[in-house]
């Protein structure tokens, strides 16, 4: 506050109590501004944590979305691989078939192309096989020799469609990969004269299938009985396949097998079977590999490629 004088004052020390007002208001006014600014500081210090907990408040209600999101995203491409359907079941290209059934409902095609040479026999194929399971237990088979080329020395080269094959099978999934199957087969003789035996045979094949860590093994014992033999040779024909299936990462998998047949009157049939296969996408599976055989009954050399994938999810 300024000091007040008498307005009887002389007028130069008057003026001289106004300059002493200014300065005494001066200093008054800079130390309430000193005192102000400690104030200052602290309620500033203050105020940033309050700001930053508003921002990890904010934060913190933003993150219970990013599960949620997630949640979201693998929710939908689960319904995404739900709508795509269940993955294929190879059966090709080894002999040994597998005990366990595709997905049930789901029909597969297997389709192939086989092209064989031994003894001067030139023979070429395209083999099928149409899949369809009932559910886990029970299915059915139906496959064979969409066309057939083959030439035999001093002979004419012959074409048709080959022999067709119906196969009821029953699995027993025993879990953990192992399972037991039982096949019974008929076929029926569709292919024309040369091509075919001309009549039906029946089959019945045994399978026990069971991982080995991280190794796959299809063993099959069968035995059929031929409707049509030459002279001198025996109607039953034993066979025995033992296959193992490696995979090498998640697409690409590499396949090994041993497969022969036994026949009273005809010669032993033997052969080591090696085969790759990829899979671009769980529902289809493509094959290509090569078969020698190991004795004289058998072809010298099979290569082979095939496909498989899903056709129609019936039910």
């Not at 602290?42 to 209600?61: C, I, K």
């Amino acid at each position: 506050m300024g000091l007040r004088l008498p307005m009887v004052l002389p007028s130069g020390l008057w003026a001289a109590t106004r300059r002493l007002d200014r300065l005494a208001a001066g200093a008054l006014l800079g130390a309430a501004m000193a005192m102000a600014a400690p104030a200052a500081a602290q309620s500033g210090a203050r105020g940033a944590p309050a700001e930053s907990t508003a921002s990890a408040n904010s934060a913190s209600q933003a993150d219970p979305a990013s599960p949620a999101d997630s949640a979201d995203s693998a929710d939908s491409a689960d319904s995404a691989d739900s709508a795509a359907g269940p993955p294929v079941l190879p059966y090709r290209p080894s002999v040994s078939s597998p005990a366990q059934l595709p997905a049930p409902g789901q029909l597969e095609l297997e389709l192939g192309g086989l092209a064989s040479c031994g003894g001067g026999e030139r023979r070429a194929s395209l083999p099928y096989t149409l899949k369809l399971a009932f559910n886990e237990e029970w299915g059915v088979l139906l496959g064979g020799e969409a066309w057939v080329s083959d030439r035999e020395p001093g002979a004419p080269r012959l074409r048709g469609a080959g022999d067709t094959l119906l196969v009821l099978k029953r699995a027993w999934n025993m879990g953990e990969g192992s399972a037991l199957g039982l096949e019974l087969g008929a076929k029926v003789p569709t292919a024309r004269d040369g091509i075919g035996s001309g009549r039906a045979d029946y089959s019945a094949n045994g399978i026990v299938s069971r991982d080995f860590g991280s190794v796959h093994m299809d063993a099959n014992l069968n035995l059929t009985r031929l409707g049509g033999t030459e002279p001198g040779m025996g109607r039953m024909q034993t066979g025995a396949s033992a296959s193992f299936s490696l995979p090498l990462d998640g697409k690409w998998g590499v396949t090994a097998e041993l497969a022969g047949t036994r026949r009273s009157g005809a010669g032993r049939s033997a052969q080591l079977l090696l085969a790759a296969a990829y899979s671009p996408d769980p529902r289809m599976t493509i094959d290509f590999g090569l078969a020698r055989g190991l004795t004289g009954a058998a072809p010298d050399w099979q290569f082979f490629s095939g496909i498989v994938l899903p056709l129609a999810k019936i039910w």
